[in-house]
Protein backbone atom coordinates (compact mmCIF):
# COMPACT_ATOMS: atom_id res chain seq x y z
CA UNK A 1 0.00 0.00 0.00
CA UNK A 2 1.43 3.51 -0.72
CA UNK A 3 1.13 6.38 1.32
CA UNK A 4 -0.83 10.09 -0.92
CA UNK A 5 2.07 12.70 -0.52
CA UNK A 6 0.37 15.57 1.34
CA UNK A 7 2.84 18.80 0.76
CA UNK A 8 0.91 20.39 -2.24
CA UNK A 9 -2.13 19.96 -0.63
CA UNK A 10 -0.97 21.55 2.96
CA UNK A 11 0.73 24.43 0.78
CA UNK A 12 -2.46 25.36 -0.65
CA UNK A 13 -4.62 25.00 2.64
CA UNK A 14 -2.05 27.36 3.81
CA UNK A 15 -2.77 30.06 0.97
CA UNK A 16 -6.32 30.06 1.10
CA UNK A 17 -6.32 31.03 4.54
CA UNK A 18 -4.06 33.86 4.30
CA UNK A 19 -5.61 35.32 1.44
CA UNK A 20 -9.05 35.23 3.44
CA UNK A 21 -7.56 36.98 6.69
CA UNK A 22 -5.49 39.54 4.89
CA UNK A 23 -6.52 43.36 4.13
CA UNK A 24 -7.41 44.45 1.05
CA UNK A 25 -4.52 46.35 -0.05
CA UNK A 26 -4.82 50.49 -1.65
CA UNK A 27 -3.31 52.20 -4.56
CA UNK A 28 -3.06 55.08 -2.49
CA UNK A 29 -4.87 57.21 0.38
CA UNK A 30 -8.64 57.40 0.41
CA UNK A 31 -11.06 59.91 1.96
CA UNK A 32 -13.07 59.15 4.30
CA UNK A 33 -16.17 60.63 5.47
CA UNK A 34 -16.58 61.84 9.20
CA UNK A 35 -19.65 59.39 9.29
CA UNK A 36 -17.58 56.12 8.80
CA UNK A 37 -15.31 57.51 11.96
CA UNK A 38 -15.91 56.62 15.40
CA UNK A 39 -17.23 59.07 17.54
CA UNK A 40 -14.29 58.99 19.77
CA UNK A 41 -11.86 59.17 17.03
CA UNK A 42 -12.76 62.43 15.88
CA UNK A 43 -10.92 65.84 16.44
CA UNK A 44 -12.93 68.69 17.29
CA UNK A 45 -12.17 71.95 16.15
CA UNK A 46 -12.93 75.36 18.62
CA UNK A 47 -11.85 79.02 18.15
CA UNK A 48 -11.11 80.92 20.82
CA UNK A 49 -10.95 84.83 20.94
CA UNK A 50 -8.57 86.43 23.34
CA UNK A 51 -9.10 89.70 24.88
CA UNK A 52 -6.53 91.89 26.46
CA UNK A 53 -7.94 94.50 28.94
CA UNK A 54 -4.52 97.34 29.74
CA UNK A 55 -4.64 99.23 32.38
CA UNK A 56 -3.55 102.19 33.12
CA UNK A 57 -4.43 106.01 32.91
CA UNK A 58 -7.81 105.57 30.46
CA UNK A 59 -9.92 108.36 31.70
CA UNK A 60 -9.74 111.73 29.92
CA UNK A 61 -10.67 114.56 32.64
CA UNK A 62 -10.35 118.33 32.38
CA UNK A 63 -8.62 120.06 35.10
CA UNK A 64 -8.00 124.38 34.71
CA UNK A 65 -4.94 126.10 34.78
CA UNK A 66 -4.53 129.76 34.28
CA UNK A 67 -3.45 132.13 31.13
CA UNK A 68 -3.72 134.96 29.85
CA UNK A 69 -6.79 136.10 27.29
CA UNK A 70 -5.54 137.59 24.37
CA UNK A 71 -8.77 139.71 23.57
CA UNK A 72 -9.15 140.86 26.88
CA UNK A 73 -5.31 140.67 27.93
CA UNK A 74 -6.70 139.57 31.69
CA UNK A 75 -5.90 136.39 33.11
CA UNK A 76 -8.93 133.59 33.39
CA UNK A 77 -8.94 130.00 33.26
CA UNK A 78 -8.27 127.31 30.48
CA UNK A 79 -8.98 123.89 30.57
CA UNK A 80 -6.50 121.52 29.51
CA UNK A 81 -7.29 117.57 29.64
CA UNK A 82 -5.70 114.82 31.62
CA UNK A 83 -6.28 111.37 32.03
CA UNK A 84 -6.70 109.25 35.27
CA UNK A 85 -7.17 105.23 36.18
CA UNK A 86 -11.07 104.41 36.51
CA UNK A 87 -12.56 105.08 37.86
CA UNK A 88 -12.55 108.95 38.20
CA UNK A 89 -12.84 110.46 41.50
CA UNK A 90 -12.66 114.26 42.20
CA UNK A 91 -9.33 112.98 44.46
CA UNK A 92 -7.53 111.61 41.35
CA UNK A 93 -8.32 115.05 39.12
CA UNK A 94 -7.64 117.28 42.05
CA UNK A 95 -4.34 115.50 42.29
CA UNK A 96 -3.77 116.27 38.11
CA UNK A 97 -4.49 119.55 38.80
CA UNK A 98 -2.18 120.40 41.70
CA UNK A 99 0.65 118.62 39.94
CA UNK A 100 0.71 121.75 37.81
CA UNK A 101 1.19 122.23 33.82
CA UNK A 102 4.03 120.68 31.92
CA UNK A 103 6.93 122.02 30.99
CA UNK A 104 5.13 122.49 27.33
CA UNK A 105 1.54 123.98 29.05
CA UNK A 106 4.19 126.65 30.73
CA UNK A 107 5.74 127.40 27.26
CA UNK A 108 2.81 128.44 26.18
CA UNK A 109 1.76 130.51 28.93
CA UNK A 110 -0.09 128.19 31.40
CA UNK A 111 0.51 128.76 34.91
CA UNK A 112 -1.31 127.96 38.06
CA UNK A 113 -2.06 129.83 41.59
CA UNK A 114 -1.85 126.77 43.16
CA UNK A 115 0.75 126.15 46.13
CA UNK A 116 2.91 122.44 45.10
CA UNK A 117 3.15 121.70 48.82
CA UNK A 118 -0.29 121.46 49.66
CA UNK A 119 -1.35 117.97 49.34
CA UNK A 120 -5.30 116.56 49.14
CA UNK A 121 -6.35 114.87 52.24
CA UNK A 122 -9.63 113.49 50.48
CA UNK A 123 -12.42 114.62 48.96
CA UNK A 124 -16.21 113.02 49.58
CA UNK A 125 -18.85 113.56 47.62
CA UNK A 126 -22.51 113.89 50.00
CA UNK A 127 -25.80 115.26 48.04
CA UNK A 128 -23.55 116.07 44.75
CA UNK A 129 -21.49 118.58 47.42
CA UNK A 130 -17.53 117.75 47.48
CA UNK A 131 -15.66 118.62 50.35
CA UNK A 132 -11.77 119.47 49.43
CA UNK A 133 -9.76 118.51 52.23
CA UNK A 134 -6.44 119.95 52.24
CA UNK A 135 -3.12 119.88 54.23
CA UNK A 136 -2.72 123.24 54.52
CA UNK A 137 -3.78 126.33 52.32
CA UNK A 138 -3.04 125.88 48.93
CA UNK A 139 -3.71 129.48 47.47
CA UNK A 140 -0.49 132.08 47.86
CA UNK A 141 -0.12 135.75 46.60
CA UNK A 142 -2.25 138.50 46.28
CA UNK A 143 -6.21 138.44 46.56
CA UNK A 144 -7.04 138.38 43.12
CA UNK A 145 -4.42 135.06 42.61
CA UNK A 146 -5.87 133.42 45.84
CA UNK A 147 -9.20 133.83 43.81
CA UNK A 148 -8.33 132.16 40.62
CA UNK A 149 -6.58 129.53 42.93
CA UNK A 150 -9.86 128.79 44.17
CA UNK A 151 -11.44 129.04 41.06
CA UNK A 152 -9.19 126.52 39.59
CA UNK A 153 -10.40 124.28 41.82
CA UNK A 154 -13.83 124.57 41.72
CA UNK A 155 -14.07 124.39 38.04
CA UNK A 156 -12.05 121.05 38.01
CA UNK A 157 -13.88 119.34 40.61
CA UNK A 158 -17.42 120.60 39.28
CA UNK A 159 -16.32 119.24 36.27
CA UNK A 160 -16.40 115.95 37.55
CA UNK A 161 -20.28 113.25 37.24
CA UNK A 162 -22.24 114.03 39.75
CA UNK A 163 -20.63 117.56 41.63
CA UNK A 164 -22.45 120.56 41.97
CA UNK A 165 -20.70 122.29 44.24
CA UNK A 166 -17.60 122.51 46.15
CA UNK A 167 -16.68 123.04 50.06
CA UNK A 168 -13.17 123.72 51.49
CA UNK A 169 -11.63 122.47 54.92
CA UNK A 170 -8.01 122.15 56.05
CA UNK A 171 -7.44 119.32 58.20
CA UNK A 172 -10.86 118.26 58.61
CA UNK A 173 -11.80 122.02 59.64
CA UNK A 174 -13.96 124.00 57.41
CA UNK A 175 -12.81 126.81 55.88
CA UNK A 176 -14.04 129.93 54.90
CA UNK A 177 -12.48 130.78 50.85
CA UNK A 178 -12.76 133.73 49.00
CA UNK A 179 -15.51 133.98 46.27
CA UNK A 180 -14.71 136.25 42.78
CA UNK A 181 -16.41 139.25 44.10
CA UNK A 182 -13.35 139.24 46.70
CA UNK A 183 -16.00 138.29 50.31
CA UNK A 184 -15.92 135.04 51.77
CA UNK A 185 -18.19 132.34 52.41
CA UNK A 186 -18.01 128.91 53.57
CA UNK A 187 -20.96 127.84 51.82
CA UNK A 188 -20.62 125.61 48.30
CA UNK A 189 -19.11 126.97 45.26
CA UNK A 190 -19.55 126.67 41.80
CA UNK A 191 -18.93 128.11 38.16
CA UNK A 192 -21.04 130.63 38.78
CA UNK A 193 -19.01 131.89 42.26
CA UNK A 194 -16.14 132.96 39.52
CA UNK A 195 -17.74 135.03 36.67
CA UNK A 196 -14.56 136.65 35.51
CA UNK A 197 -12.53 133.54 35.98
CA UNK A 198 -14.88 131.60 33.64
CA UNK A 199 -12.84 130.42 30.54
CA UNK A 200 -14.15 131.75 27.36
Known amino acids: MRLRPVTSVAVLAVLVLAAACSAPLDSGPRTLRAAGI ?13 TIVTTGESEEVTVYFIRQDPASGADRLVAV ?44 IEAKITTVNLSRNFAFGAPPEQIKAFA ?44 LETPR
Do not use: C, W
Open 81 to 124: KRRVTPPVSVEKVLQKLFAGPTQEERLDGMRTGISPDSTILGAP
Open 152 to 195: QVVFTAVDVAGVTGVLFAVNGHREEVPQGDGSSTSAPLGPASYP
Open 38 to 50: PSDLRGTTSTTTT
